[in-house]
């Protein structure tokens, strides 16, 4: 080939990279579109949800919940929190979900809460707890039921606990209340019967002056 071919050749071959490249530059100076906000999270590009911010309102001033317990039964230790992750140590970024619950280690790596539906105007709702690196989808307590859901600062303070119950303690509570209904309490409750001091502190109804659903929990 002879240089004149050459030298053109690569004249053009300069030129349409030169308008590719200044169509590109145009596009990327006119779109009106804003740019994703982006976190790195264990070396990786996470982009973070602009909708967080509308989901805080229906919390309004809330603190996201501190709550955390450790579940200990079977030689099974799991971790869990008030705000929707289960079996992940944020503190240390491990797992937390020990078998057996003394050797320390973690047979995942984590879990939480994902609850999902359709709105009255046909709109997909997404709760879903992705290691609670950026904002907080599950907040502490019972929504109001009047048709906003919303949640006030005093309910998540009040909520941001575990309660815990026993199983053997609700039978015999419930057999307790079966033999009054029968009149054998003397027979099958000889020595008496005294309610479990923490039934007065499980949160099983609501407050209905706030809105909230009278009844939280019950079997």
């Excluded at 071919?5 to 349409?16: C, D, E, G, K, M």
């Excluded at 530059?25 to 982009?47: C, D, F, M, N, W």
């Excluded at 805080?56 to 099974?76: G, H, I």
Aim: aromatic fraction near 12%.
């Amino acid at each position: 080939m002879s240089p004149f071919f050459r030298q053109t050749i690569f004249v053009l071959i300069a030129v349409v990279v030169l308008v590719a490249t200044s169509d590109s530059y145009a596009v990327a100076q006119t779109s009106t579109e804003p740019s994703p906000i982006v976190k790195i999270r264990k070396g990786l590009p996470v982009p973070v949800n602009p909708d967080i911010n509308q989901a805080r309102v229906k919390a309004q001033a809330c603190a996201p919940a501190t709550a955390l317990r450790d579940l200990e039964w079977n030689n099974v230790r799991a971790l869990i929190e008030n705000g929707g992750t289960l079996w992940y140590d944020r503190a240390i970024d491990k797992g937390a979900h020990m078998v057996p619950k003394d050797e320390g280690v973690s047979v995942v790596y984590g879990g939480a809460l994902w609850l999902g539906g359709i709105s009255p105007d046909q709109q997909l709702k997404l709760a879903a707890v992705k290691y609670r690196w950026s904002g907080n989808d599950f907040w502490p307590g019972p929504l109001t039921n009047t048709g906003e859901a919303e949640v006030d600062e005093f309910t998540c303070q009040q909520y941001d606990r575990f309660s815990i119950s026993y199983r053997s303690d609700a039978m015999r509570h419930r057999q307790y209340f079966d033999a009054v209904a029968d009149e054998t309490v003397e027979t099958s409750f000889p020595d008496g019967y005294t309610i479990p001091s923490y039934f007065y502190d499980f949160p099983a109804h609501g407050n209905v002056a706030l809105g909230q659903d009278y009844y939280l929990a019950h079997s």
